[in-house]
């Protein structure tokens, strides 16, 4: 079974780092994209970027090239997000997701990122 | 950038038909997928490759897409399909390609 796990809810301040995980199994890590995506309180899905763990070949949105970077781990089947300086604005539910050719066809339950002094 | 527009809200009574619409321009020409989005939960994909459906999802979800326009269709709605819709397409035509979502539609069962 596909499965991608997410960790943990985070109550950060602005400023500070921040570095989220997405884990994959049951399927070959190295052979699909993952992607993150954003959704902010109340609205829509906004893609930020995807990484192929098999090279980690990355490639952003560009309104998050710059904000965040996006890695993965082969080694341990797991993706990454993370950000240097969190802004108030980032506070946000964070899904990766994987890609099967053009479509995310598994999801992450989800890691809510709060931001807040 | 590649823009996909979609209507706020949809309204359907149980048992009804109901039609959420995607548009882009020549989106005809590209691969459009779907994703159901219920509350407090992760996107689900309910169409792909503008009319396939993953196992599981149920026959009453059928998709098309022709000119501007790319349709999720849900025939015989049950209060279970209440949800927010999102639309996606591969943009390949930027100078950044990339994953772009429609803004989503909201779909209520009367």
């Known amino acids: 079974e596909v499965q991608l796990v997410q960790s943990g809810a985070e109550v950060k301040k602005p400023g500070e780092s921040l570095k989220i995980s997405c884990k994959g199994s049951?399927?070959?890590?190295?052979?699909?994209?993952i992607g993150w995506v954003r959704q902010m309180p109340g609205k829509g899905l906004e893609w930020m970027g995807i990484?192929?763990?098999?090279?980690?070949?990355?490639r952003y949105s560009p309104s998050f090239q710059g904000q965040v970077t996006i890695s993965a781990d082969k080694s341990i089947s797991t993706a990454y997000l993370q950000w240097s300086s969190l802004k108030a604005s980032d506070t946000a539910m964070y899904y990766c997701?994987?890609?099967?050719?053009?479509?995310?066809?598994?999801w992450g339950q989800g890691t809510l990122v709060t931001v807040s002094s | 950038s590649y823009v996909l527009t979609q209507p706020p809200s949809v309204s359907v009574a149980p048992g009804q038909t109901a039609r959420i619409t995607c548009g882009g321009n020549?989106?005809?020409?590209?691969?459009v997928h779907w994703y159901q989005q219920k509350p407090g939960q992760a996107p689900v994909l309910v169409v792909y490759?503008?009319?396939d459906r993953p196992s599981g999802i149920p026959e009453r979800f059928s998709g098309s897409n022709s000119g501007n326009t790319a349709t999720l269709t849900i025939s015989r709605v049950e209060a279970g399909d209440e949800a927010d819709y999102y639309c996606?397409?591969?943009?390949?035509?930027?100078?950044?390609?990339?994953?772009?979502f429609g803004g989503g539609t909201k779909l209520t069962v009367l």
């Open positions: 997701a994987r890609h099967r050719e053009q479509q995310s066809d598994y």
């Open positions: 020549n989106i005809g020409s590209k691969s």
């Open positions: 490759d503008d009319s």
């Open positions: 990484v192929y763990p098999g090279d980690s070949d990355t």
């Open positions: 049951g399927y070959s890590f190295t052979s699909y994209w």
């Open positions: 996606q397409v591969w943009d390949s035509s930027s100078d950044h390609p990339g994953v772009v």
